[in-house]
T-cell receptor
């Protein structure tokens, strides 16, 4: 069955510290992989996506993620966290036939940032 | 701003009532998706429409229905509402082409539904 696991429900880091959010997936084929962020009271914003090629992808707001096929992982990283990064982060997988796709989301990781 | 517009942003209604949530996809996107986000279920895919036709169904209750109109906007109808239907309902859209572009889904800001 297709699934996404985000092992950490809550993470707290200090401002300026590095961040890594974990994501593991189970999927029949090589999926497309996504990270979304949801700020309090806001919608889901696409941070970055992986389709093929270079396994390290860059996104918006200074985030990057690395696809590791052998580990079925797509962890999100940021070298220095800002207070405005406090939000909930969702990893998602899916691969459809163009416009016919549905994403499978993880349960999310809530990030708190201490000043 | 993703370009996906949802109305209303907030809605409070009583049990047993019916509501309609509206969504305008990004310009040019033929596919529209509806997701439900609740505390206990997380983000759940409800249904997808492509150019007016239903394409995929997820965990959508029989009391819920959706449609996509010729101008590509979509409506999600929720009827006989129960307390447990209180959630954030997202609409999303994507282009209808194979490959990465067609698989990149953009979400609106959601419609908060509270059933009392």
């Amino acid at each position: 069955a297709q699934s996404v696991t985000q092992p950490d429900i809550h993470i707290t880091v200090s401002e300026g510290a590095s961040l890594e959010l974990r994501c593991n997936y189970s999927y029949g084929a090589t999926p497309y992989l996504f990270w979304y962020v949801q700020s309090p009271g806001q919608g889901l914003q696409l941070l970055l996506k992986y389709f093929s090629g270079d396994t390290l992808v860059q996104g918006i707001k200074g985030f990057e993620a690395e696809f590791k096929r052998s580990q079925s992982s797509f962890n999100l990283r940021k070298p220095s966290v800002h207070w405005s990064d406090a939000a909930e982060y969702f990893c998602a997988v899916g691969r459809g036939q163009g416009g016919y796709n549905k994403l499978i989301f993880g349960a999310g990781t809530r990030l708190a940032v201490h000043p | 701003d993703s370009g996906v517009t949802q109305t209303p942003k907030h809605l409070i209604t009583a049990t047993g009532q019916r509501v309609t949530l509206r969504c305008s996809p990004r310009s040019g996107d033929l596919s529209v998706y509806w997701y439900q986000q609740s505390l206990d279920q997380g983000l759940q895919f409800l249904i997808q429409y492509y150019n007016g036709e239903e394409r995929a169904k997820g965990n959508i209750l029989e009391r819920f229905s959706a449609q996509q109109f010729p101008d590509l906007h979509s409506e999600l109808n929720l009827s006989s509402l129960e307390l447990g239907d209180s959630a954030l309902y997202f609409c999303a859209s994507s282009v209808a082409t194979p490959g990465p572009s067609g698989n990149t889904i953009y979400f609106g800001e959601g419609s908060w539904l509270t059933v009392v």
